[in-house]
């Protein structure tokens, strides 16, 4: 926080101590709505819900949205049937639909119970929609208009219900059954005639998306677009909501946390960090913990069953963690451009073949390059540039044989590695699975088995073991 907005907090702070409710309410009008969140988040309970009530009940709702779940639930509990009933018609549907997604049923049931019969209605049907859909992130609060207004029409009705609506910057043109027919910025409005028609100046060719649509989608069609706002049609292609560029951004920051969070082989978490408990933790990381234990048993196995080269050529083990690191490195780079693609829908289930071949491509130059750097590191640090190695039970060892065995196996495992990495996320897309949960460690599990494969064939071809 600034300096300026840590006094303006600490001044809310003492009015609050000293009860002077007047000049609390009215340096709190000064904040915007998150920051007012953020101070209310840091007072003591006891002194939350007071503060809450001071606020104007306009203000209420705006600081109420950007409150975390838990806060909210503890102040639902402490109002009054009448202040939840006024806050929820001050607050847009979207907020009061995540507000209500986030509360036990006992709340829930509460604030229903105050609501209004539309605004009940509205919430129920939001609460209908998929979970990650356009729906489920929509807000009904849009300005609607028809072709048959005049400009001068259209501004005036926009002054008359536009504070209550989520964005003026943009109208939209509909029929008498709701069907989306056009739109028409702020900046055309105010640039027309009074008497130019809407339907003469609005813009027919309106990107949209349907309720069921998926939310990262949307999201993404937002930011393709630089759009402010994404209207949203039912299947009958009749405007019911429209998803904002803040809505969108939310959805992106989750999307894109869910995806990490899965690229680290761990199941998503809702909660921020630090209100996430031990045990639920440990419940997101454990399942995949055993599974890549499981599959990582693979590898012990493969070593196992070359135990007898292994003995032969005890120095092969030295290279085995810079083999396979280097092949689960590979893999992981590709995997990670591979996902990164299909979710900015940069890559195609129709592209597939055209990026096996890319990648193909660029896993021969990055094999023979690190082959070629392979080769001087094991010859000049690990032989000291020498031939052969004489061992104490007598056997001449072939340093140069020893050292493209690895040489070969670095270049092989890259390029399986590639494919891999390639494949697997597709394939997941294809499935209609997450690709995100083909990522690294799944990715540089099969990788690390079948480096291991290649090496051991690789030393038994051209040592005779």
């Given at each position: 926080m600034s300096e300026n907005l840590n006094l303006i907090i600490d001044t809310l702070t003492e009015l609050l101590e000293n009860k002077k409710y007047a000049e609390f309410m009215q340096e709190i009008d000064k904040l915007n709505p998150i920051d007012a969140a953020d101070f209310l988040s840091l007072l003591p309970e006891n002194k939350i819900s007071l503060a809450f009530r001071l606020?104007?009940?306009?203000?209420?709702?705006?600081?109420?949205?950007?409150?975390?779940?838990?806060?909210?639930?503890?102040?639902?509990?402490?109002?009054?049937?009448?202040?939840?009933?006024?806050?929820?018609?001050?607050?847009?549907?979207?907020?009061?639909v995540d507000m209500l997604e986030e509360m036990p049923a006992n709340a829930v049931k509460r604030v229903m119970r105050n609501a209004t019969p539309e605004t009940r209605e509205e919430i129920n049907r939001f609460l209908s929609y998929p979970e990650k859909s356009a729906g489920s992130v929509m807000t009904s609060e849009y300005i609607d208009l028809h072709k048959s207004m005049t400009c001068e029409q259209a501004v005036a009705r926009i002054r008359r219900i536009g504070l209550d609506k989520e964005t003026v910057y943009v109208a939209y043109v509909t029929d008498e059954k709701r069907i989306l027919q056009g739109v028409v910025a702020l900046k055309?409005?105010?640039?027309?005639?009074?008497?130019?028609?809407?339907?003469?100046?609005?813009?027919?060719?309106?990107?949209?998306?349907?309720?069921?649509?998926?939310r990262e989608t949307v999201a993404n069609m937002i930011s393709r677009y630089d759009m402010i706002a994404l209207p949203i049609v039912d299947k009958e292609e009749r405007l019911v909501g429209l998803v904002t560029v803040d809505d969108a951004l939310d959805v992106l920051e989750t999307e894109a946390t869910e995806d990490i969070e899965k690229m680290a082989a761990m199941l998503p978490s809702e909660k921020p960090y630090l209100k996430t408990s031990v045990w639920e933790v440990w419940k997101q990381r454990v399942p995949w913990l055993i599974l890549l234990m499981i599959t990582a048993t693979f590898t012990g196995a493969i070593i196992t069953h070359y135990e007898a080269a292994i003995g032969t050529y005890a120095i092969l083990t030295a290279f085995l963690p810079m083999l396979m690191n280097t092949g689960g490195n590979a893999g992981g780079q590709t995997s990670v451009t591979v996902i990164r693609g299909l979710s900015l829908d940069e890559i195609a289930m129709g592209d597939v073949l055209r990026v096996l071949w890319k990648e193909l491509r660029v896993g021969v130059l990055c094999g023979v390059t690190l082959s070629a750097a392979t080769f001087l590191k094991v010859m000049a640090l690990d032989f000291r540039f020498q031939a052969t190695t004489v061992l104490e039970n007598g056997t001449v060892q072939n340093n140069l044989l020893i050292a493209a065995v690895i040489c070969a196996t670095v270049f092989g495992a890259i390029i399986f590695a590639k494919l891999v990495g390639t494949l697997l996320p597709i394939g997941a897309k294809r499935i209609g699975l997450d690709p995100a949960v083909m990522a690294s460690p799944f990715i540089t599990t099969i990788v690390d088995a079948v480096t291991l494969i290649i090496y051991f064939a690789v030393a038994s071809t051209l040592l005779g073991i």
């Open positions: 606020l104007k009940k306009d203000i209420a709702a705006e600081i109420f949205a950007e409150l975390d779940s838990d806060l909210q639930e503890m102040i639902i509990t402490r109002l009054s049937d009448k202040e939840i009933k006024d806050m929820l018609e001050e607050l847009y549907i979207d907020d009061a055309q409005l105010l640039f027309a005639k009074p008497e130019d028609l809407i339907g003469d100046i609005m813009d027919t060719n309106v990107v949209y998306a349907h309720t069921h649509d998926d």
